[in-house]
């Protein structure tokens, strides 16, 4: 199975490219390098009677961007390898691969997107803030497709619409009680420009999940109202908020999803801390509700040289018999890379 979806991104990948191999390209590789510290790095509920434990690892990244971009089109390629390594854990040693590519045609009011994804990582990864009920390090394979248009109504009014497909396949899941899942959804969006500081958009999701082995199917209905606003030149503010409904033969759910964005941008530096609440699919076969808050520092030593700071924290909730899983990780780097044509 993971085979098709590697040569269905490629093939995806491929026909997307296919017009623009003759005109330039540019490429930017990047490295970068960090430490990072996990609570609770298994995933365990916090509730079972299993040890949660924290720990420290070394990681690293290399990545390289692909670019073409034309009057009217564009097209990004994107590979990236991740590596972490446990000093005192070894079993939790990872390599990830993960494939982007991002594509763009623009007419003069409309415009029309499609990304896809490929991911060969670990469930120690994937499933953190969604799933994070695996307790265990088990490989993970993953294609996401999504596409829409969005048209320039006005000059204030802006409609969108995406559709969204996800595969997800686990291997060698053992009595891990993880199960191979679709998730599909379909993702409406308005946007008004009520001032030259202030936009305001409503946002209508639904999703489904389908779990072929149990004959399950779970839906999500997500309607948020949203507010972006520009402080000053320096600060920006971003809220969204709604109301979350899920119904599935396990039972039917109704809560409250929602974030809150505070972003400082200068010339050299970022900072920034969100607070969301969101569902998603699980690798358990169902719905779950996830809470988590982050702080992120991005900083520009030079040119080509950067530092990044972040610090993470999440509960999820399984839907509907909630089980919760808290995790912690704190991540500091630096790396850097250049930019070349072709």
Known sequence: MRHRILWAAIVMACAVAAPAFAAPWTFAPTAQAGAQYDYNPVLVPTNSFA????????????????????????????????????????????DNQYLDVAANYNFDRTSWTATSQLAHDTTLISEVGTTALTAGDRRHDSASFTAGPSYQLTELVTLALQGAFQRVVYQNVGESGLIDYNYAGLNGVASY????????????????????????????????????????????????????YVTSSLGRYTGFAGSALLQRTAQLYTLSAKLTRNVAPTGQGVLTTQDQIGLYAFRSLTERLTMTFTAFYGQTRELPTNPVVEIITVTGGGGGGGGGGG
């Open 51 to 94: 040890f949660v434990g924290n720990t420290a690892d070394l990681n690293a990244e290399l990545s390289g961007k692909l670019d073409h971009q034309t009057g009217r089109a564009g097209l990004t390629v994107t590979p990236r390898l991740d590596f972490n390594y446990f000093p005192s854990h070894a079993f939790l040693d990872q």
């Open 193 to 244: 420009q009520a001032t030259e500081k202030a936009k305001l958009g409503l946002n209508v999701a639904v999703n489904r999940l389908f779990v072929s082995a149990d004959d399950l199917v779970t839906t999500s209905y997500q309607p948020t109202v949203s507010l972006d606003y520009q402080l000053n030149e320096l600060w920006k503010t971003s809220l969204a908020a709604g109301p979350a």
